[in-house]
């Protein structure tokens, strides 16, 4: 579960755009270049996420890549950090990563769930602003019959 959700944050992160910071007194190299002090840089997380420099076949969705799959062992897995990286990373990553086991879990325990026809291409009608412009996502939820 843990790879599925690693590889949704993938494809799909929080924060799409760059967490700025800036470069401090004196300076810092950054990949090889010169960055003078005061300078607002930042990574985009969506850009990294898709690079074919940071991930094999980054446009499909592979689970196996956060379970060491031979297939994508050149992967970058640290390139993917949704939650940023740092002393000023999100304080709430832990808490957010349990909720989504908890709320995935049970989902999946009770009901099956389809797409709706008109939401296949739902993440093709997304803008980003500072964070994601998310329409409606019709999904079909069918509880799933027990025995009891």
Not at 26 to 48: K, L, M, R
Not at 86 to 92: E, L, M, S, V, Y
Request: some cysteine; aromatic content about 12%.
């Amino acid at each position: 579960m843990l790879a599925c959700l690693n590889e949704t944050l993938r494809q799909y992160p929080p924060v799409p755009i760059s967490l700025p910071r800036v470069v401090p007194k004196g300076g810092h190299e950054i990949a090889g270049h010169w960055v003078p002090e005061d300078t607002v840089v930042g990574v985009w997380q969506q850009a990294a996420n898709y690079s074919e420099t940071n991930f094999t076949k980054p446009e499909e969705f592979h689970p196996e890549r956060f379970l060491g799959d031979e297939a994508f062992y050149k992967d970058d897995l640290a390139a993917m950090q949704p939650f940023s990286v740092g002393p000023r990373n999100c304080i709430g990553r832990n808490l957010a990563y349990a909720e989504m086991r908890l709320i995935l879990a049970r989902i999946l325990y009770k009901f099956d769930l389809e797409l709706a026809p008109e939401a296949r291409d739902w993440i093709k009608i997304q803008k980003v602003y500072t964070l994601w412009d998310k329409p409606k996502l019709p999904v079909y939820l069918k509880p799933i019959k027990t025995s009891a």
